[in-house]
């Protein structure tokens, strides 16, 4: 795994706590689940000044009209605009430009923070540059959909097994200072998949101090039907190649191949799974996707990353 080079310099120093908070929850057609998101955060336990920037992304459905009915139980509500182009990180970016606070705080709309999610997050903030939060894959998805996408405890940052170099926070459960997210901002080349590894790994190599932020606890929602799951999968496979040219020049090594030769293998001798159960068949879909996603995402990139 490569290492943090060396000549960032972590500004090690202690912050001030948080004079305003902007909530930044990006938003493309999320009236399936977008009230109970909005239902929790009507819920937090922190007693600071805090507001609520939803970045309309495109929405064709009842989100934006959702939103305004839960409006007069929050602090304060803003729509940012980014229906001009789609894209997470065009979103984001709306999103850190039309926030008034000084810090912020992404959440997804299709998840639910927890209670004490903000208030952990303000606590972070005096410690990081920028601070991943928890997830949290039970409370929202029931064992076959879990077992589709198998995940252990979250008990630190994020580190990507293909790719390795650094850690990365959770885009969906992301705490950073307001003039970091601006000076940093998201790459909108990535439509979506592996904006999360951008970010933060453009933030360290600028000399950014990342941190883990496990009280700030987020119950994340996976995809319900095998078809969505493998296109989201597919997206995120698709990614990795243009996220391992953009960094591959500073720092990032090219990519050990023998994990996905073994995978291709394992799906080749595993084609019954397909008419197994519907978690084998999900779970064969899954890695299927995500390979798939390499191969197309290598012949874009120009580069071998399966």
Not at 37 to 56: C, K, N, P
Not at 82 to 111: E, Q, S, V, Y
């Amino acid at each position: 795994m490569s290492r943090l080079p060396a000549s960032p310099d972590y500004r090690i120093r202690a912050l001030p706590r948080p004079r305003l908070i902007s909530v930044v929850m990006p938003v493309l057609n999320g009236e399936a689940h977008i009230a109970d998101q909005l239902d929790a955060l009507t819920r937090q336990t922190y007693r600071g000044e805090w507001e609520l920037v939803v970045v309309d992304n495109g929405c064709r459905d009842r989100s934006m009209r959702i939103v305004g009915e839960w409006a007069p139980k929050l602090p304060s509500v803003t729509i940012a605009d980014a229906t001009a182009r789609r894209g997470l990180n065009h979103a984001r970016n709306a999103g850190a430009a039309a926030a008034k606070g000084d810090f912020l705080a992404f959440c997804d709309a299709d998840d639910v923070v927890t209670p004490g999610w903000l208030e952990a997050m303000a606590r972070s903030a005096i410690d990081a540059d920028f601070v991943g939060g928890r997830l949290e894959w039970e409370t929202l998805n029931d064992p076959v959909v879990r077992a589709w996408r198998p995940q252990v405890p979250m008990t630190d940052l994020l580190v990507d097994l293909d790719h390795g170099f650094l850690r990365y926070a959770p885009g969906g459960n992301l705490g950073v200072w307001t003039r970091v997210a601006r000076e940093i901002g998201w790459d909108e080349r990535f439509k979506f998949g592996s904006s999360d590894h951008g970010f933060a790994w453009k933030a360290q190599l600028a000399g950014y101090r990342l941190a883990y932020a496990p009280d700030a606890l987020i119950q994340q929602r996976f995809r319900t039907t095998i078809w969505a799951m493998a296109r989201q999968q597919y997206r995120y496979g698709r990614s990795g190649p243009q996220l391992q040219r953009a960094f591959r020049g500073v720092g990032l090594e090219e990519p050990d191949n023998g994990q996905a030769l073994r995978e291709w293998r394992w799906l080749a001798v595993s084609v019954p799974n397909l008419w197994a159960s519907r978690e084998a068949r999900g779970r064969w879909v899954q890695i299927a996707a995500i390979r798939l996603g390499r191969l197309t995402g290598s012949v874009r990139a120009r580069v071998l990353c399966l």
